[in-house]
């Protein structure tokens, strides 16, 4: 019965091998890498995408089958995120983080990456005010899992070795330390979705711990000893930290002084710069980890702790802020 | 009967809350009609997600315990460490790693077919991956936090009260359209369905049994229109017998068959064909029958 074929069939049937084709291609693909993909089939890839678009518009309108513009949507639809998706390899995208995008971001948010060293700074001196007028408040700024007996009840004996003598442990706690410390980075980061008080709270609390501590050392004469033994790692890892809260402020302004754009999309261009920032701060923090777990073991001596604090300080603040080309 | 093949398409004015289908025009011009990711599907996903992360810190966990005790305990630190790092990359860049991949789907999605896309259509870029995971921390473990925190007092009603200031954040994707979670927000994403689908055999065809056997009238193939061609398509693929005999009796009910007998499918499946071609052939002359209460 001649009559009964269909336009719509005769159109499937002319070009199913061609959606077929493309829908091997698209699960090679999407299996592996495009790497997967010989030359010839990356060139036949867009080729077929639009054939097979065209064929979803021409099945909308002369087809009523059903199950055959479903499948043509998702084969479109798949199809189109690879044709139209991120292409760089991934040796190239770390390069370009490392050096452009990374710097430009820190860079682009100075203003809040002040704002956050002020509030921790604030906390600093607001802990060294408290603990020095009454050592009692150091209980309050300072876990007792996170103070390790290192309290004003401590003899000056003790609060020494613990600054220079090597303790069990020590590589696991510098790990924990890391792992601790990029949760409390990207905790400070998301909490800035909240309007920027939590990572303000998160940021103050940071250098009341910091405050309290080198307090407490400071009072048995040991604070030059102690600033060593800080920020040979520290420099890094408060640096770290200081732009994780930046990076927070930023979203939160956004959220809150959205400015000329949409709120929603003020929001999601500083999450994405604040995102990039984020990625290199979990960067800093493990090489932090790194001097914590090594450096700090192996060098016993406060001139060269300061060194080395000195040099990562003067790396770090060249590597963002010093003037670059525009690409 | 599903209405999956009758809602689709219609995105005017209407029936907004079970709307999902969203315009997304590529390029070259075509509506790609995307339908936004259920909150329940959503949430399975993270499920699934959670439960391969579960096992996988599971097996690590077993195999270290199983190396220290072959090494009689030397290397405890350097097991910790590895425990600690593996615990650590897991959690943040499991996420991060399977939706950089071109698939930009987790596990979990890809089970429910779902993938992640740029909201302006534009390419999802690793910074946006990155944002909307690192939001996880305000959307999930800031609730579990408060949830897990214990106090007396003051303390308790400060407790309760943080709890339901996150539940906020994590109940989020309920309170907007497009299911954005906070993190979508701030990375500029949103969840799509992406299914994959089989081609399914034309049921047109002639080498259906039952096509083209019977004739029918102008009058009973003008019954209809393409709303109940669809449902029609549905029962078929189906193949649900009791349905397809209600079916079956209602349309011959409805056109007054007198015609030869044929086995339930057969009829349907000779009915579905004709009104297929007097619905398509009155559309290429430029007129879409809606259903059958369209009398143009």
Redesign the interface.
């Known amino acids: ?1 001649a ?7 005769r159109f ?1 049937s002319e070009r ?1 091998a061609d ?2 084709r493309l ?1 091997t291609l698209l699960a090679k ?2 299996g592996g ?2 790497a997967r993909l010989t030359r010839q089939e990356l060139l036949e890839l867009p080729v077929l995408y ?1 054939s097979a ?2 064929s ?2 021409v099945a909308r ?8 513009i ?2 043509l ?6 199809s ?3 044709v ?3 292409r760089s390899t991934l040796l190239e ?1 770390i390069g370009r ?1 490392f050096t452009h ?1 990374w710097p430009r971001s820190v860079q682009g948010m100075w203003r809040e990456t002040l704002v956050s060293l002020l509030v921790t700074t604030l906390g600093v001196v607001v802990a060294a005010v408290l603990v020095s007028g009454n050592p009692d408040w150091f209980y309050a700024f300072v876990p007792s899992e996170m103070s390790g007996g290192r309290d004003p009840s401590a003899s000056t004996a003790f609060l020494r070795s613990t600054l220079y003598d090597d303790h069990d ?1 020590k ?2 706690f510098a ?2 330390l ?2 601790h410390n ?2 409390v980075a ?2 400070a ?3 800035g ?2 309007l920027c008080l939590p990572t303000a709270a998160l940021m103050i609390y940071n250098g009341l711990m910091l405050g309290a501590f080198l307090t407490l050392f400071a009072s048995h004469g040991l604070g030059i000893e102690a600033g060593g033994w800080l920020m040979i790692h520290g420099a890094t890892e408060l640096f770290a930290i200081v732009l994780a809260g930046a990076a927070g402020f930023t ?1 939160g302004w956004a959220v809150v002084f959205p400015g000329e754009a949409s709120r ?2 003020a ?10 920032v ?2 290199g701060v ?1 960067v800093m923090l493990f090489v932090a980890g790194l001097l914590e777990g090594i450096g700090r073991q192996a060098i016993r001596s406060d001139a060269i702790r300061y060194a080395i604090a000195a040099t990562s300080l003067t790396i770090w603040l060249a590597y963002f802020y010093l003037p670059r080309k525009a690409r | 009967m599903s209405q999956a093949g009758i809602q689709r398409g219609k995105r005017t004015a209407g029936r907004p809350p079970q709307d999902t289908s969203r315009e997304f025009v590529t390029p070259e011009g075509v509506d790609l009609r995307l339908r936004i990711g259920e909150a329940g599907e959503r949430a399975a996903a993270f499920l699934v997600d959670v439960i391969i992360l579960t096992i996988a810190l599971v097996v690590v966990s077993i195999g270290m315990v199983g190396v220290l005790a072959a090494s009689r305990a030397r290397g405890v630190e350097v097991a910790a460490i590895v425990w600690l790092l593996i615990a650590f990359f897991l959690r943040f860049f499991y996420f991060m790693a399977f939706e950089m991949h071109p698939g930009a789907a987790t596990p979990g999605k890809r089970m429910l077919g779902l993938r992640v896309i740029a909201r302006g259509g534009g390419r999802l870029t690793a910074d946006a991956v990155f944002a909307r995971n690192a939001m996880r921390e305000l959307e999930v473990f800031l609730p579990l936090s408060f949830l897990f925190s214990q106090g007396d007092g003051v303390d308790a009603w400060v407790i309760l009260l943080g709890l339901i200031w996150s539940g906020v954040f994590l109940f989020f994707p309920l309170f907007n359209r497009d299911r954005l979670r906070i993190g979508d927000l701030v990375a500029g994403t949103m969840v799509v369905k992406a299914p994959r689908r089989k081609l399914l055999p034309d049921l047109a065809d002639e080498r259906t049994p039952g096509v083209g056997r019977l004739a029918f009238t102008q009058a009973q193939v003008d019954a209809y229109g393409v709303k109940e061609l669809h449902v029609l398509e549905e029962v078929l693929r189906r193949a649900d017998k009791p349905t397809m005999r209600a079916v079956a009796q209602r349309i011959q009910g409805k056109i007054g068959w007198q015609g030869e007998d044929a086995s339930d499918p057969q009829f349907l499946a000779a009915y579905y064909a004709a009104l297929r071609g007097r619905l398509e052939s009155r559309m290429l002359f430029g007129h879409r029958r809606k259903d059958k209460f369209d009398r143009a």
């Open positions: 019965m009559e009964l074929v269909l336009k719509s069939q499937r199913e959606w077929r829908e693909a999407e890498s495009a639009r678009l065209s979803l518009s309108s002369i087809s009523l089958d059903q199950g055959l479903d499948y949507e998702s084969l479109c639809t798949r189109y995120f690879f139209y998706g991120a995208r983080f995008d442990g590589s696991v790990t924990w890391f792992t990029a949760q990207l905790f980061f998301a909490l979705f909240a979203i929603m999309r929001a999601s261009v500083a999450g994405k710069r604040a995102a990039t984020m990625t979990v």
